[in-house]
Antibody, heavy 125, light 110 residues
């Protein structure tokens, strides 16, 4: 059973950068076929996909966040990370890391099969 | 960019009832790239259905998915107490490669 674990500061000041890391113990982010993703959920609201990084380092981001977000891989540590800059209170949310399927197996792809437990990050001075 | 709409916003039912949840896309979605998730309070979402109709590992057969084009449905044939939760649909678009979630349907106890 693949596990994902978020870590990072739980409180960030407005205008600063939110940084989170996702550990993937027991699995490898080096292989292809997966979108190593960040998804967030403001308190009491729905899910919003933030973006993903592929094993090659290529990325795709939510157009609404594109100018502020960077997702990167740390292959030696088997981790991937999220940086979201110029944060405001609207960025307060539970941030989940997740594995997305980008491998067209039996004709299907594009779903998230493993999730971390989530990390609540609050933006406040 | 495809927008997903889910209805109803809230579904109030009793254990044993049949639940029918709708997910509608603003333009045609590749069925093989449509998924459903269940989320309970304080927990991460759990994959229920992928490829519009394929149950994920360990998901009971009372959960089923169907649909194509712009209209998709998640059906829970007989609600168990543990099924009261929020359900999200999600699609993947290959060009550009982005993921989109619907706003969710809450199934609560009548």
């Amino acid at each position: 059973q693949l596990q994902l674990q978020e870590s990072g500061p739980r409180l960030v000041k407005p205008s600063q950068t939110l940084s989170l890391t996702c550990d993937v113990p027991g699995g490898s982010i080096n292989g292809g076929g997966f979108a190593w993703s960040w998804i967030r959920q403001p308190p009491g609201k729905g899910l919003e996909w933030v973006g993903y990084v592929y094993h090659t380092g290529s990325t795709s981001y939510n157009p609404s966040l594109n100018s502020r977000v960077t997702i990167s891989l740390d292959k030696p540590r088997n981790q991937f990370s999220l940086n979201l800059n110029s944060v405001t209170a609207a960025d307060t949310a539970v941030y989940y890391c997740a594995r997305g399927s980008l491998s067209l197996i039996q004709g299907v792809m594009g779903f998230f099969d493993y999730w971390g437990q989530g990390s609540l990050v609050t933006v406040s001075s | 960019e495809i927008v997903l709409t889910q209805s109803p916003g809230t579904l109030s039912l009793s254990p044993g009832d049949r639940a029918t949840l709708s997910c509608r896309a603003s333009q045609s979605v590749t069925s093989n790239f449509l998924a459903w998730y269940q989320q309970k309070p304080g927990q991460a979402p759990r994959l229920l259905i992928y490829g519009a109709s394929r149950r994920a590992t360990g998901i009971p057969d009372r959960f089923s998915g169907s649909g194509s084009g712009t209209d998709f449905t998640l059906t829970i044939s007989r609600l168990e107490p543990e099924d009261f939760a929020v359900y999200y649909c999600q699609q993947f678009g290959r060009s550009p490669p982005i993921f989109t979630f619907g706003p969710g349907t809450k199934v609560d106890l009548k």
